[in-house]
């Protein structure tokens, strides 16, 4: 019997097709334009230029009038947020801005809302909590027209906070004090799914996140991490391509050559340890391509 070339085979078959539209990830507290809220290394950072952000964000906005809708639902305070961001983005000239009040999953259900999302040019998930924004998104038809526009048209999807660590998946929704050192430290779930394979933390440098999304990868080493700090953002364009925005760094994680771990030998509560793992420091203006198995592996 002729010996069955699996990887052969596998090219064979369909590709997913490379998405089309652009998503942007911020790690938080993104730049609104006011001095007071500067922190002293964005004060001191020559680089560093208000709202880049948020402009970046609607710099793509496709059309001629384009609709913004903006989601609050991670957090506990929509209505406040939501007219913030209503102002922000009018204060950059988007007149079109559309606030979804998504708080249960009724409200997801609600044609009206389809019905924005298929006209926006942009839509942007705030701050907040992520289980919220995957326990009321999850399994609905307003996320599905979200993928498939993010997937067919030049739509641009973004992110802050826990807007973005819900882009992707896996997503982590909570750690212990412990700064994730500790085996069970770090509990992960499934994400919104835009990106797949990676795993998207915020807040990074200044809250110390570095060893809790170590956690994540040595669990889960055919993902990519990706930590970013405040006021900093990527954006990931055919799916896999980021480029770096912003006043901070953006520090990636690779697993996939990690040579060793101990984490399934330990009980709960016990430190793990890894060995070559991968770790990149990208400053605004890197780009960095997420690997693909194959291509590591020829």
Known sequence: MAKRNVSENHKTKSEAPV??????????????????????????NVDFESEEILKYFVDALK??????????????LPEELGKEYTRLFKELGVDNVEVLDI?????????KNCEVIEKAAGIYFTGGDQLRLTSILGGTRLLQLMKERYTYEEIIIAGTSAGATALSTPM??????????????????TGLEFLKNVAIDTHFIERGRLVRMAQCIVTNPGCIGLGLEEDTAVCVSEGRELQVLGSGLVTI?????????NI??????????ARNLCVHLLSPGEKYVLPIWEELHV
């Open 19 to 44: 998405p089309k539209g652009r998503l942007l990830a911020i790690g938080g507290k993104e730049s609104k334009g006011g001095r007071e809220e500067l922190k002293p290394e964005q004060a001191t």
């Open 63 to 76: 059309g001629s009038s384009p609709t913004i809708a903006v989601l609050p639902t991670a957090s506990n």
């Open 103 to 111: 708080r249960t999953r009724e409200d997801a259900r609600d044609p």
């Open 172 to 189: 982590i929704y909570e750690a212990d004090t412990h700064g994730g050192f500790l085996k069970g430290d770090v509990r992960v779930t």
């Open 253 to 261: 994680i690779d697993g996939m050559g990690m040579s060793e771990t």
């Open 264 to 273: 399934y030998d330990i009980g709960t509560g016990e430190p793990f340890s």
